[in-house]
T-cell receptor, first 112, second 116 residues
């Protein structure tokens, strides 16, 4: 089945630690996205990538980093510079111009 | 810059009744797509309906339909025969076609409660 997978479902981070959230899609989509969602809030764009080996900062990129070495993969690293990382993280992908965006099931990140 | 506004943080509807969720947007582009997404308690974002701006006909998907008013930049979602399973957060989203960017702009969401 085609879709977007995110792992892990829950992730715990210790102070000063970098953690990486995985996002994989087998939909052959060109574009991939990372969003952050805080309780009761909307989606805020962290990073997006329109093509392999290229990505752009979104609205809240500070304290996060990404890579796009393969079309199907777009991992997000939450660095120690992100002082308030507790949130729900959603990965998404879309085929291209004007097309529908599809979402993964999300990862909840908690700080110990 | 494009913006999407959902002015109703929360709405309630009786089961089997009809409810309309509001969304307005601001853009200088002529070609774009508009979307409504549903986020149930599982937090999985699910596409409800999509509207192409060049189409005058309002999109419909079973009990869900939109009222797209391009001149007014309004894109409301109507849910008919509301069911308990419709209870969720609903997000309106915009995606320009000619801007050269693949960014989607989301509203802040409307929480829909369905009363039995």
């Amino acid at each position: 089945d085609g879709g977007i997978t995110q792992s892990p479902k829950y992730l715990f981070r210790k102070e000063g630690q970098n953690v990486t959230l995985s996002c994989e899609q087998n939909l052959n989509h060109d574009a991939m996205y990372w969003y952050r969602q805080d309780p009761g809030q909307g989606l805020r764009l962290i990073y997006y990538s329109q093509i392999v080996n290229d990505f752009q900062k979104g609205d809240i990129a500070e304290g996060y980093s990404v890579s796009r070495e393969k079309k199907e993969s777009f991992p997000l690293t939450v660095t120690s510079a992100q002082k308030n990382p507790t949130a729900f993280y959603l990965c998404a992908s879309s085929p291209g111009r004007g097309e529908t965006q599809y979402f993964g099931p999300g990862t909840r990140l908690l700080v110990l | 810059a494009q913006t999407v506004t959902q002015s109703q943080p929360e709405m309630s509807v009786q089961e089997a009744e009809t409810v309309t969720l509001s969304c307005t947007y601001d853009t200088s582009e002529s070609d774009y797509y508009l979307f409504w997404y549903k986020q149930p308690p599982s937090r999985q974002m699910i596409l409800v309906i999509r509207q192409e701006a060049y189409k005058q006909q309002n999109a419909t998907e079973n009990r869900f339909s939109v009222n797209f008013q391009k001149a007014a930049k309004s894109f409301s979602l109507k849910i008919s025969d509301s069911q308990l399973g419709d209870a969720a957060m609903y997000f309106c989203a915009y995606r320009g076609i000619n801007s050269g960017t693949y960014k989607y702009i989301f509203g802040t969401g409307t929480r829909l409660k369905v009363l039995a």
